[in-house]
Nanobody, 121 residues
Framework: QVQLVESGGGLVQAGGSLRLSCAASGSIFRINAMSWYRQAPGKQRELVARIQSAGATNYADSVKGRFTISRDNVKNTVYLQMNTLNPEDTAVYYC???????????????WGQGTQVIVSS
């Protein structure tokens, strides 16, 4: 089976930085897009950033210029460097990856368990 394990969340003051990591493990043949989503209390889950296997990226307007998504295809890991954080970035951050398993016919979505980010003012 495939697992996504996140790390790096925590409490930070406004203006500070955090780096999230998400490692995929298990019976993996290929990882396509890897993404970070977030869900704030009372709000819908939203896409924060996505990176394709070849490196193309896209970001939510609210994080452009502050967040950077990257990936290490050898380690099957995606990162989210978050700078100039503000209280509106407070949310549970979820890792998502579209993965073709070694015994699978089609790729499917996998999700991490979520990591809490709290930005204090």
């Amino acid at each position: 089976q495939v697992q996504l394990v996140e790390s790096g969340g925590g409490l930070v003051q406004a203006g500070g930085s955090l780096r999230l990591s998400c490692a995929a493990s298990g019976s993996i043949f290929r990882i396509n897009a890897m993404s970070w989503y977030r869900q704030a209390p009372g709000k819908q889950r939203e896409l924060v950033a996505r990176i394709q296997s070849a490196g193309a990226t896209n970001y939510a307007d609210s994080v452009k210029g502050r967040f950077t998504i990257s990936r290490d295809n050898v380690k099957n890991t995606v990162y989210l460097q978050m700078n100039t954080l503000n209280p509106e970035d407070t949310a549970v951050y979820y890792c998502n990856a579209v993965i073709l398993g070694r015994l699978a016919v089609v790729a499917r979505d996998y999700w991490g368990q979520g990591t809490q980010v709290i930005v204090s003012s």
